[in-house]
């Protein structure tokens, strides 16, 4: 079997307990909505899958790119779609037990910690950062990573500012890796990932859905 990087073997501990916890998290859905008996083996088959994923799993620079933690914190839904996929579930299934479960596990996490985090995200520290890693991006470094660019707000927008990202690290490991038709289960994940935090995400097209760019759009939820 192919290696994994060393950073991500670095994560693989962490990264393996998160997925232990989602199938923790799902089991209920699985046994309820897909009518899988079998739920060890469905779990053992997953956590084999994953240790697959981990080794397709490219390089995109490591701590020093803030996209290495998109892929550690959700590459391991492609292995749960490939498994789910293989046992005849239907895709909008599988989609929404994926996005519920991952709701569920983002709400294990304390509301201040999980509010404070959407503030160091939204504030100006951040969004300086934001602009210095989008022009950086355009130099692709790692050819699997993401490529973006940082929108400031129009005269009359309502957002705070916004992310067009012209390349997906997800879209590139999809199409090398024959995952294409559970791509959007990804994308589909980013509207809680934002919301538990407290950050209003608006987007009306992505690259999975073959538009030329993601248009992420940013705001403090009205709670905030």
Do not use: W
């Amino acid at each position: 079997m192919a290696e994994i990087h060393p950073f991500y073997e670095q994560h693989r501990g962490a990264m393996e307990a998160a997925m232990r916890h989602r199938l923790d998290l799902a089991e209920a859905m699985l046994s309820e909505r897909a009518h899988l008996s079998d739920i060890d083996g469905i779990r053992q088959e997953v956590m084999d899958e994953f240790e697959i994923v981990l080794t397709q799993m490219p390089y995109v620079g490591g701590a020093a790119s803030r996209m290495s933690d998109f892929f550690m914190r959700l590459i391991g839904f492609m292995a749960i779609s490939r498994v789910l996929r293989r046992h005849g579930m239907s895709l909008p299934v599988i989609g929404e037990i994926e996005r519920e479960t991952y709701k569920a596990q983002l709400l294990t996490v304390p509301e201040a910690e999980r509010l404070a985090s959407g503030r160091q995200f939204m504030s100006a520290e951040n969004q300086a950062l934001l602009r210095e890693q989008a022009a950086k991006s355009h130099q692709q470094e790692f050819p699997e990573d993401f490529v973006y660019d940082f929108v400031e707000p129009d005269t009359g927008d309502k957002f705070e500012f916004g992310i067009n990202y012209k390349a997906c690290g997800f879209c590139k490991f999809a199409a090398r890796h024959g995952d294409k038709e559970i791509l959007p289960h990804i994308c589909g994940l980013d509207f809680d990932a934002y919301a538990t935090r407290g950050i209003h995400l608006e987007r009306t097209q992505t690259l999975a859905g073959g538009a030329g760019h993601c248009n992420f759009r940013f705001s403090r939820l009205a709670s905030e």
